[in-house]
């Protein structure tokens, strides 16, 4: 892992009941080991690459796929990344009720991401009637694969490590029912409408 995740309560100027949230800040020794081992990504795709006649070719396309990964733990180590792909699923799910992005606060900085908290569980740890949690795993479902797909936006953003972990329920505004809340927008990519076709 390459960032470190710390809870805070934010309390406005007017006083009031606080804000829970979390402040997402990149470890200070990521950045340069990623710098060591991402070379080492390029040495072994070159070097599985070179090897199919003895493996087999499995039709893998070693350099891209590692470059990809390459890709992927650099994005880690920039937190304007994820506030970027938070503003867009934020906008992209505005109008869904039955999902939940946190909130970006305003004093997010380049190497810091200050969002909302989302209080949840993991949404196979959730302790609910089984027609709830059908209806969270139908949910999440249409949310994180069909909702983008099939979206009518030129861009749809589609969350890209959606484990356990990172898909939570959470209690509805209203304390009767559940929403999915969806955390770790570091790994997130966007789909025009020619690739979603």
Same mark, same amino acid.
């Given at each position: 892992? +390459? ?19 979390? *402040? ?13 081992? %991402?070379? *080492? %990504?390029?040495r072994l795709?070159?070097?599985? *690459? ?21 890709? *992927? %733990? ?22 869904? $009720? ?13 190497? +810091? ?7 949840? +569980? ?13 209806? %969270? ?25 959606? $484990?356990?972990?990172?898909?939570l329920a +959470? ?23 020619? $690739?979603?076709?």
């Amino acid at each position: 892992s +390459v960032g470190a995740v710390l809870p805070f309560e934010w309390v406005g100027l007017s006083g009031g009941p606080g804000r829970r949230g979390v *402040a997402k800040l990149v470890k200070p020794s990521a950045a340069s080991r990623l710098d060591e081992d %991402l070379p *080492a %990504l390029d040495r072994l795709a070159s070097w599985l *690459a070179a090897r199919k006649d003895v493996y087999g070719d499995l039709g893998i396309d070693y350099v891209g796929v590692l470059k990809d990964v390459r890709e *992927a %733990l650099a994005a880690e180590t920039d937190p304007r990344m994820e506030q970027r792909n938070i503003q867009m699923a934020e906008a992209q799910y505005r109008e869904r $009720h039955d999902i939940r992005i946190p909130t970006l606060f305003p004093f997010s900085t380049p190497s +810091v991401t200050a969002m909302e908290r989302l209080d949840g +569980v993991p949404l196979p740890e959730v302790d609910a009637a089984p027609t709830a949690k059908r209806w %969270l795993a139908c949910t999440a479902f249409r949310e994180l694969i069909i909702g983008p797909m099939l979206s009518d936006r030129e861009f749809a953003i589609v969350h890209g490590d959606p $484990h356990a972990g990172n898909l939570l329920a +959470v209690p509805a505004k209203d304390r009767t029912g559940w929403v999915v809340g969806l955390i770790d927008w570091s790994q997130a990519g966007q789909l025009d409408r020619k $690739h979603r076709r």
